[in-house]
């Protein structure tokens, strides 16, 4: 009771700020002037009796120290007496704060940035009720719209026919819903009926009536799709995101039950999707609507949502509790097999063999369809080494700079303790002061993490809308990157004082120097290893570089200059395969009569985007090969507006009509694989199988133009007049998808700046209903495939730079500190004749051959780790000498600078003074 | 520069710094402890009534007969002590020779701690008396 009484009396007198200093002065004095008038009265001299009453009294300063020790709460007294005299300290010393601070906030900021993408990325879990239940039916990123077997037997991909029976056979399965593949290569054009808004060509996605429902959402607002919704026939609806919601139309709940116009047709919104709802996978640009799959056909004008076995779905299922996954797999196995055995594709004698192999592999579905995090996996990991190795500097700089200031405070740690401070408390002060340091480190990084995550997600993903990935740093990634800090600044800001503190005091009182001068070994080796790793990321930069470089370099076999690329879609639109000969001359016409156009070419889909039509081919004669090539049809124009050149036999001309003869352009790489050397194609037939390998005569053989990549090397394509069809097609031409062009080639003469607007004034004139899917200069197109090579190269890049800037730093600091210590040893040698220039030489030899090691370590590792990250790069195969030959440069100019400036410092000392100034 | 804790004291006293050892050199006189300092001078304000350090250090000498060795100085600081846990209490007052001075007395919770103290004491004062004048045959 009496303690907590003192504990409580103690903070208060803490928080007022209590000093009785006064009181216990006056106390004092009274005592001693009475004590002093008892020894006058007793019959000493008045001085004598001052003394003896003091000699009495005991030590003031011990009873002031006491007493103040029974006030206030010591302890949080001191540890705020040491901030402020730290503070006062890094004030006193703004380079070295600075540089701290700095350093600090680049490692950390960095790693957070990293480590708060891959976590959102990789770890990110779909935001559905328990997805540790959730399982995906297949195990890879085929998409999206086919016929196919997998040569290794593992199925993604498939068909409605497979879904509807799986769904009934595997009890097992609570739930079993099924997503559109392709989702992202089909945009749906959206109006809202009210309003007179232009149509948006956004992402839509078609899932199956019970996604929501396996997925186990609550609507936001109004209702989720239910399987009512999913009848072929019932009214057409659709559940709209709730970011749209927000951010289009504020939240406005009048939206709910409000008809909208996709792709024309009429489409009653019934709910929004709970907030943070993005969808089955993660995509820069989530799907705004999801809508039944039933009404594909009618709204996006499809074949193959009944009556095929086209394979078009993912499947994602959510298992009962209890149940054995092998076993499940097993079952789901065999029970495709059994429905795929009735399907024509594997109905031949070829067929059935495939069809043994083929299987389902299911995977964990909680975190959704893993394709964009498969894809960049292998990028991620290399950033995050190289952010690791960033911050592995950083905290070898800031180890660096701690014991240097140490060293240079070893005096006053032995003063402190002559005058009575104990081990611990001085211990305490250092600990305050880098915890300090360690603390605006760690909020200056915070801030350098939230800006390079934007940074790094806006240069990931360019143009992305709503994008779901969160910048806001992880919690994981900062408490890492910052415990790993705070380790470092508390460990070398504590250790040379504990050493200090070891030393006999009165060494420091006598003013001996401690003979150690220059820097200490583990100064050395430190600025050693940072010169090693930053040579690492030096080179890893330069390989990145050459990379893109060489990517960048392959000649494409195109033209893009003066080249626009309009995106449409017709199917959406409204148009029919009947309709589309009429439209197709209407484009031509319209688009020609535009002034300066000379070239309007029209085909399924351009060079270097992301799209893909393959379909298996055989020369008529030969045997099958087994191959497959992509499929484009394309109109007279197409060749010229993308800049493809004819090298034998002729291109697609406007005599290429529907009645007229069928016929192909092939080439080159076509050629090569289907023909022998010297055997001339022109006049061949070839076709997608044995039966029909007679339906193309090859009249034109056709440059290697780059599609869909520029890596892509054996890539074998045929082109076909835009009306054309396969004669061996045993389907009507209104189901037929390939009739429907993706995409206007224009070539004109000049650049024209508002080519786009004139373009969509064109469409729209000809259909209000034919929007601009999308609209990019050629040029553009096609730097937006190298987007994520460039991203990587630009960020290792800048890892490099940074981690260059840490070690030259680094380097500077430990010699500008050696040169310091070294002072009076520079004088005397000064003194004793040695010319200025010995002096510079002196330095320098010093810095250079810290990096010379730093360079013989760096190298072999950096040969170590290229083996990682040759997976990245483009037909490297190891570390070119000129990349190696450069960062060595660059690592000795660093130093060389590092080491120059403290050098002149050294070599401008009078030799006079350093001797004087002990 | 650096801060540091100044000294006051010239070199001729010996107990300057609160770690370094003491070379006391008074023998006879005993040290005493904190706990029955502040005994003393409870028992000392109930007897005596206010009074201020001085003279509660004065008391202190003339009772123990100059036997104990007490820095005076030290005293304060138990004071100060006291005063928070409320066994005493403090003002200013005019001393014997018109000085102002601070006056302590004891509160009704000094002198319940008094007496909780002093009836502990006893207790441990009788128990070491009778062990130790208990003889052999007493402990069988």
């Known amino acids: 009771m009496r303690s907590l009484r003192r504990f409580w009396k103690r903070t208060w007198q803490f928080v007022t700020r209590q000093n009785d200093e006064r009181r216990l002065r006056e106390e004092m004095e009274q005592h001693l002037a009475l004590e002093t008038e008892a020894n006058i009265r007793a019959g000493m001299a008045p001085a004598e009796a001052r003394r003896a009453a003091l000699l009495k009294f005991g030590s003031v300063e011990a009873v002031r120290e006491s007493y103040h020790a029974e006030k206030g709460l010591p302890l949080l007294e001191t540890t705020l007496q040491d901030c402020s005299y730290a503070l006062r300290m890094l004030r006193k010393s703004p380079a070295f704060t600075v540089v701290a601070v700095l350093t600090l906030a680049l490692g950390i900021g960095a790693n957070a940035a990293i480590f708060t993408l891959v976590h959102a990325l990789m770890l990110k879990h779909l935001p559905v009720a328990d997805p540790k239940m959730l399982v995906r039916l297949g195990n890879g990123n085929n998409c999206c719209v086919g016929i196919s077997s997998s040569d290794n037997g593992e199925l993604s991909l498939f068909s409605t026919d497979s879904y509807e029976y799986l769904r009934k056979n595997v009890p097992e399965f609570e739930e079993l819903t099924a997503m559109q593949a392709g989702f992202a ?61 927000k951010t289009r139309f504020n939240g406005d709940a009048s939206v709910v039950g409000s008809t909208f116009r996709v792709n024309t047709k009429p489409v009653t919104v019934v709910g929004i999707a709970p907030k943070g709802f993005y969808g089955d996978r993660l995509l820069g640009t989530p799907p705004e609507y999801f809508l039944p799959i039933e009404a594909m056909p009618g709204i996006a004008n499809v074949t193959y949502v009944h009556g095929t076995e086209v394979m078009w779905l993912y499947l994602v299922g959510r298992v009962r509790p209890g149940v054995n996954l092998g076993a499940l797999q097993q079952k789901v196995s065999v029970l495709l097999r059994q429905q795929l055995a009735e399907t024509p594709h594997y109905s031949s004698q070829e067929g059935k063999a495939k069809l043994q192999i083929q299987h389902i592999v299911l995977t964990p579905g909680g975190a959704g369809i893993q394709a964009m995090q498969e894809h960049y996996n292998q990028k991620a990991k290399v950033l995050m080494a190289a952010s690791v190795l960033v911050l592995l500097i950083a905290c070898a700089n800031l180890a660096n700079l701690l014991l240097a200031r140490g060293m240079a405070r070893k005096a006053e740690m032995n003063v402190r303790t002559a005058l009575g401070a104990r081990r611990g408390r001085i211990v305490r002060q250092l600990l305050t002061e880098s915890l300090l340091l360690a603390g605006m480190g760690g909020l200056a990084g915070l801030a350098v993490a939230y800006i390079g995550a934007r940074a790094l997600l806006a240069m990931a993903f360019p143009g992305a809308v709503n994008n779901p990935i969160d910048a806001t740093p992880s919690a994981a990634g900062l408490a890492f990157a910052f415990g790993l800090s705070v380790l470092t600044g508390m460990l070398f800001g504590v250790a040379p004082a504990w050493v200090a503190s070891k030393a006999e005091p009165v060494d420091a009182l006598r003013g001996a120097r401690s003979g150690s001068g220059g820097t200490t070994l583990l100064q050395r080796t ?19 570089a050459e990379s893109l470089g060489k990517l960048e370099h392959i000649d494409l076999k195109l033209d893009p200059v003066n080249r626009y690329i309009a995106h449409i879609n017709p199917q959406t639109a409204g148009y029919s395969q009947r309709q589309l000969g009429d439209l197709y001359r209407t484009l031509e016409e319209r688009f020609h009569a535009l002034p300066g156009v000379e070239k309007v070419g029209i085909s399924s889909y351009t060079p270097m985007e992301d799209d893909n039509n393959n379909w298996s081919v055989m020369v008529q004669g030969k045997p099958d090969p087994h191959l497959s090539a992509s499929y484009i049809k394309a109109n007279a124009d197409y060749f010229d507006s993308v800049g493809t050149r004819v090298v034998m036999g002729r291109g697609i001309s406007v005599n290429d009509t529907a009645s007229s003869p069928t016929v192909a352009v092939v080439n080159r790489e076509f050629v090569r694989q289907m023909f022998k050397p010297g055997e001339n194609p022109i006049g061949q037939h070839f076709g997608g199988g044995p039966k029909s390998a007679g339906d193309w005569e090859i009249v034109g053989v056709v440059e290697n133009t780059a599609y869909q990549s520029a890596t892509w090397k054996d890539h074998m394509m045929y082109f076909v007049p835009l009306m054309q069809r396969q004669p061996s097609a045993d389907y009507p031409i209104d189901k037929d998808e390939e009739m429907y062009a993706g995409a206007i080639v224009l070539k004109t003469s000049r650049p024209i700046p508002q080519m786009e607007e004139l373009t969509r004034r064109t469409l729209a004139g000809i259909n209000p209903n034919l929007s601009v899917v999308k609209f990019q200069t050629f040029t553009a197109q096609i730097a937006d495939q190298f987007s994520e090579e460039r991203m990587l190269s630009r960020l290792t890049m800048l890892f490099g730079a940074l981690a260059l800037l840490l070690a030259t730093l680094g380097l500077y600091g430990v010699t500008a500190y050696g040169v310091a210590r070294r002072t009076s040893e520079i004088g005397i040698r000064m003194a004793l004749g040695a010319e200025r220039r010995n002096v510079t030489a002196m330095v320098m030899r010093g810095t250079m051959l810290q990096a010379l090691v730093g360079l013989s370590i760096g190298i072999p590792v950096a040969m170590v780790c290229v083996r990682f990250v040759r997976s990245q790069l483009y037909e490297i195969k190891g570390i070119d000498a000129g990349v190696l030959i450069c960062s060595v440069v660059t690592l000795m100019a660093a130093a060389l600078l590092a080491g120059f400036i403290p050098a002149r410092r050294a070599a401008s000392i009078e030799p006079a003074q350093a001797l004087r100034a002990e | 520069m650096f801060e540091c ?106 002198r319940k701690q008094l007496q909780s103290e002093v009836q502990d004491w006893q207790q441990t004062t009788d128990i070491i008396a009778r062990f130790l004048s208990a003889k052999a045959e007493e402990l069988s």
């Open chain 1, 185 to 245: 290569y089909r945009p749906v054009v959206v109006r809202r009926d009210a309003g007179g808004e232009t149509p948006r060509s956004v992402m839509g996605e078609f899932v199956a009536g019970n996604y929501f429902r396996t997925f186990g959402l609550a609507a936001a607002n109004g209702r989720l799709l239910e399987d009512r919704d999913d009848i072929a026939g019932s009214p057409l609806t659709a559940v709209m995101s709730y970011e749209t919601w």
């Open chain 1, 526 to 544: 430190l600025v050693v290893v940072q010169a090693g790793l930053s040579l690492v990321l030096l080179v890893g930069a330069g390989m990145f």
């Open chain 2, 5 to 110: 804790f100044l000294l006051l004291s010239k070199r001729e006293y010996d107990i300057l710094l609160l770690e370094t050892k003491r070379t006391g050199d008074v023998k006879q006189k005993t040290d005493v402890k904190q706990g029955t300092l502040a005994l003393m001078v409870l028992k000392t304000l109930e007897v005596l009534g206010p009074l201020h350090g001085f003279g509660i250090a004065r008391r202190i000498e003339q009772i123990s007969g100059d036997l104990l060795f007490v820095n005076q100085g030290t005293l304060y600081p138990v004071l100060l002590k006291l005063e928070q846990e409320g066994s005493v209490d403090s003002d200013w007052g005019t001393s014997e020779n018109n000085r102002r001075a601070r006056y302590y007395r004891l509160t009704k919770t000094g």
